[in-house]
């Protein structure tokens, strides 16, 4: 009879809805099929050692001395941090051997990071209870306030919430969810477009600044509460408003896309994936060349109904939706025309909808 125990919480795409989260609207992610595995068992010091089987690497600390950590700046600040935050809340963080495996690629915008601060957090919890909108929330703190990114709720919400069958439509403000059922026939293919640009971090933060500027010039609390009406007779910087106009145009896209959803219209969906993907281009100058050539071939595929950039920005995947039967020759066709685009080989990922995080039982 071994110690040892598996968590597991998934990566996520985010169907539409972007950088709309810490602007308090609504975003509609799904959870992914691809997941990170944290194999934990009991260490015979008083360490909790880290390892990674991506990076080859271990990193140890005492958990004593868990309360007093920095970031270093490194991908253990992704556990460590959310160890912290336990700390806050007042758990004791057992000595333990933490192993963890994934299959979400790393930095290509399908939140590898939330999926680690999730599983991370049960493997330090051991099956000690905390509320699941709690543990959502204790990841974004240990993603925002330790690793240093200021992010939305969506990526921890969605890996500890998600649900086969269906995206996930979250109210970022209430913290409510719901379920939204895709049409029959539909796939939703991720397009890695295994490029990432560095400016990533740098101009994330600049946007989450330039929202606020936004609300404060429009005097709302935050951009859930703005309209378009409103937003013309209000003076702020060009950045301002163009950062705002996506905002609060890509919440109501997210509520259309909702309705076309339930209606089974998948043509109106893939118009609302393009009409975001320009918004996101143009108004919230968040794309680039790679992945503006993605989206504007997938649109020509047939079966290919609309496609946009995923994920927070400057690189990373497209999320496309095609007609099920299209498939193979869509994944071919896009693989070739970015080989022959940029000399890199895209990964093609079919998104299957997949519940939120949770122990593996072994029945052994
Ligand atoms: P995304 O969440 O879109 O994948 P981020 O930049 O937010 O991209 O998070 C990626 C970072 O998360 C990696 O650079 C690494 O520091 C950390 N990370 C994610 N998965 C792992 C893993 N399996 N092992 C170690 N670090 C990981
Ligand atoms: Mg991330």
């Known amino acids: 009879m071994s110690d040892a125990r598996t968590f597991r919480a998934p990566g996520r795409v985010n169907l539409i809805g972007e950088h709309t989260d810490y602007n308090l609207g609504f975003v509609l992610p799904i959870a992914l099929n691809l997941d990170t595995r944290i194999r934990t068992s009991p260490s015979l010091d008083s ?3 880290v390892h990674s ?27 460590f941090g959310v160890a912290f935050q336990l700390r806050a809340l007042g758990f004791d963080i057992p000595a333990l051997n933490l192993h963890v495996e994934s299959t979400v690629p790393e930095g290509a915008g399908l939140s590898s990071s939330a999926a680690l601060e999730v599983a991370s957090a049960l493997a330090l919890l051991q099956g000690r209870q905390l509320d699941r909108l709690e543990l959502a929330r204790l990841c974004q703190r240990a993603e925002s306030y330790f690793v240093g990114m ?3 709720i969506m990526d921890q919400y969605v890996s ?4 086969e069958h269906a995206a996930t439509k979250i109210d970022c403000r209430s913290l409510e969810s ?6 029959d026939g539909l796939a939703i293919i991720a397009v890695n477009s295994m490029v990432k640009h560095s400016l990533g971090q740098s101009a994330y933060r600049e946007r989450v600044a330039e929202c606020a500027e936004a609300a404060k010039a429009l ?16 003076p702020m910087s ?24 339930r209606a089974g219209d998948v043509s109106r ?6 009409n975001s993907h320009d918004s996101m281009r143009y108004d919230y100058e968040i794309s680039c060349a790679e992945i503006d050539f993605l989206v504007e071939a997938a649109a020509r595929l047939p079966g290919c109904h609309g496609a946009r950039m995923t994920g927070g920005g400057f690189g990373g995947c497209t999320v496309n939706l095609v007609a099920e039967q299209s498939v193979p020759a869509f994944a071919e066709a896009i693989k070739d025309a970015y080989m022959a685009y940029s000399g890199r080989c895209p990964a093609v990922i079919p998104c299957v909808p997949a519940p939120g995080a949770c122990e593996i039982r072994q029945n052994t």
Do not use: K
């Open 53 to 79: 089987a991506a990076h080859g690497e271990t990193c140890s600390v005492p958990v004593a001395g868990i309360d007093s950590l920095t970031p270093q700046g490194h991908w253990s600040d992704y556990i």
């Open 219 to 234: 005097g709302v609390a935050s951009l859930r509460e703005a309209t378009l009406e409103r937003l013309a007779g209000v």
């Open 178 to 183: 719901e379920a939204v059922p895709l049409p």
């Open 47 to 49: 360490f909790l050692h």
């Open 150 to 152: 200021p992010c939305g």
């Open 160 to 163: 500890v919430f998600g649900r």
């Open 238 to 261: 060009r950045a301002a408003r163009l950062r705002a106009r996506h905002v609060i145009s890509e919440n109501l896209r997210v509520e259309h896309f909702v309705e076309a959803a």
């Open 269 to 274: 969906m893939g118009q609302l994936f393009l």
